[in-house]
Nanobody, 120 residues
Framework: QVQLVESGGGLVQPGGSLRLSCAAS????????MSWYRQAPGGERELVAG??????????HYVDSVRGRFTISRDDDKKTAYLQIDSLKPDDTAMYYC???????????WGQGTQVTVSS
């Protein structure tokens, strides 16, 4: 059974940091590209960061609004993807979702999300 379980969200003050985790099971994690999306209340789901498979060479991309503050990474041995979020802003408040994709749209999996709230 395929599962993606996000964790690490919470309430944090502006300027703070969080590390989100996405634990995967039920599929061959290493061959999947991993991405993080977010959806603010009343807004559309948007891609914030993506990381390719390690082989043949790793590629990472970020949406402009988070570049320099967000860092995506993966640990294939632990079957986990991460999103380090620094210098948090109130505009970063959203539900953050993990996505795993391979030969999309055939293999395209989502987690249930983890809430990030930035407020003083």
């Amino acid at each position: 059974q395929v599962q993606l379980v996000e964790s690490g969200g919470g309430l944090v003050q502006p300027g703070g940091s969080l590390r989100l985790s996405c634990a995967a099971s039920g599929f061959t994690f290493s061959i999947y590209a991993m991405s993080w999306y977010r959806q603010a209340p009343g807004g559309e789901r948007e891609l914030v960061a993506g990381i390719s498979t390690v082989h043949p060479s790793i590629n990472i991309h970020y949406v402009d609004s988070v570049r320099g503050r967000f860092t995506i990474s993966r640990d294939d041995d632990k079957k986990t993807a991460y999103l380090q979020i620094d210098s948090l802003k109130p505009d970063d408040t959203a539900m953050y979702y993990c996505n795993a994709g391979w030969k999309r749209p055939v293999y395209d999996y989502w987690g249930q999300g983890t809430q990030v709230t930035v407020s003083s």
